[in-house]
């Protein structure tokens, strides 16, 4: 009787369980990166269907919040404006809107990507992609929405200069603004993904996710400056990792307010360490949150 003689198969991709840490396998994503853009367009496309209004939203609610935030912390309440005690006090709309289209980015992101594992199990319990396409693309999608409100917010600063309405002028520090950008992408993914993993087994996590967002926004210098917090609480303040980077973008565009390179260091620290923390679990939850879930 002849033995089997076929030579062995060979495959071009092998799915185990047998993973590491902190594997990131940026290469298997970029193979599926029409996957990533395809569920880039699905995200975007599903945030703003059935309105009339479409991607306009994504100016509207800003322009909104801005004028809300002028009326209630900037005429009525009187909220400093100022991030320094040297600095000069920002003209009120476009130091909310600076802090507004941020700070929406970062919890619009945190908010979608909290919900990875839950609201995509019927899609990853059929079929088999690298599971961190989703909250890259999550991260994407949404910075269509960033990049509108950006363009948005550029244009009514460019208006506000020209017409001398603003003694205002852009620093050296605009170089720094992607990486503002790019810091605040990981730093809300980071956050949605360790949510996202523990709401696995935690649903009660999930219905934090919300009132825990407008908390942080609180202790966050977006409907203040800087200058209203006590010299003594600065240091314990500036833990906070969304801070630096509202901080870096104003006076990156302003030409005045704080900026420490401590402390924006710091932001970067704390954030890749969160990174880390949130791979490592994303790793180990993807293995068996279909028995969970």
């Known amino acids: 009787m002849k033995k089997n003689t076929l030579p062995p198969e060979t495959f071009s991709t092998v799915i ?14 970029f193979r599926y990166r029409d996957l990533v853009l395809l569920f880039v367009k699905r995200d975007f496309v599903s945030k703003y269907k059935q309105t009339v209004l479409g991607p306009l939203w994504a100016v509207i609610q800003p322009l909104l919040t801005t004028f809300v935030f002028t009326v209630i912390f900037g005429n009525l309440a009187g909220l400093t404006t100022s991030d320094s005690e040297k600095a000069a006090a920002v003209p009120s709309f476009l130091f909310y809107m600076a802090g507004t289209i941020l700070w929406s980015y970062f919890s619009s992101v945190v908010n979608a990507t ?3 594992f839950i609201a995509n199990s019927h899609i990853m319990g059929k079929v088999y992609f690298p599971r961190l396409a989703v909250p890259v693309s999550t991260s994407l999608s949404n910075i269509i929405s960033f990049g509108i409100q950006l363009a ?10 020209l017409t001398g309405s603003a003694d205002i002028m852009p620093s050296f520090y605009l170089l720094l603004v992607p990486l503002v950008i790019l810091h605040l992408m990981l730093l809300s993914m980071s956050f949605g993904v360790i949510i996202s993993s523990l709401t696995t087994k935690y649903r009660d996590l999930a219905m934090l996710v919300g009132f825990g967002l407008q908390l942080w926004q609180y202790a966050t210098p977006v409907a203040y400056g ?13 833990l906070n990792p969304v801070t ?16 420490s390179v401590g402390y924006y260091l710091l932001s970067w620290v704390i954030t890749l360490a969160l990174l880390a923390i ?6 180990r939850i993807e293995k068996n949150f279909m028995d969970t879930v």
């Open 114 to 116: 909290s919900n990875t």
């Open 152 to 161: 948005m917010f550029i244009v009514i600063y460019l208006i506000c200069i």
């Open 16 to 29: 185990t369980s047998d993973k590491k840490h902190f594997d990131l396998s940026l290469g298997e994503l």
């Open 226 to 238: 800087l200058q209203l917090i006590p010299q003594k609480w600065l240091g314990l303040y500036m």
């Open 244 to 259: 630096p980077s509202i901080l870096t973008f104003r006076y990156a565009f302003f030409g005045t307010g704080y900026f």
């Open 278 to 283: 949130s791979i490592m679990l994303f790793n």
